[in-house]
């Protein structure tokens, strides 16, 4: 599901350039400031570590909670990556 549709940006910019100008971090931060319940993004490994955005669990001993984390969150992207090739195609 996308939830902040920003842009356009250069393709010359990298993800994390891109990440850091939209400020959508700081916009999930500011939405969630009186919530108990905190929600993060999930991004590809080229992102660093954030209290808004994770990326697969890639230590050697995972728990079973990262491992099906790790499963359930890897079906999500298949999706996602759906998403994006329609809005390509759209635009």
């Not at 599901?1 to 500011?30: A, I």
């Not at 939405?31 to 697969?56: C, H, M």
Request: one cysteine or more; a negative charge; charged letters at 30%.
């Amino acid at each position: 599901m996308m939830f902040n549709c920003w842009g356009p940006v250069s393709c010359r910019h990298n993800d994390n350039w891109t990440l850091n100008y939209s400020q959508v971090l700081d916009k999930l931060e500011d939405l969630q400031l009186t919530q108990r319940t905190k929600y993060v993004l999930y991004g590809d490994s080229a992102y660093w570590p954030d209290d808004f955005i994770r990326s697969r669990h890639r230590d050697e001993n995972l728990s079973e909670r990262e491992v099906l984390e790790n499963d359930s969150m890897s079906k999500c992207r298949q999706s996602i990556e759906w998403e994006y090739g329609e809005v390509g195609n759209l635009w």
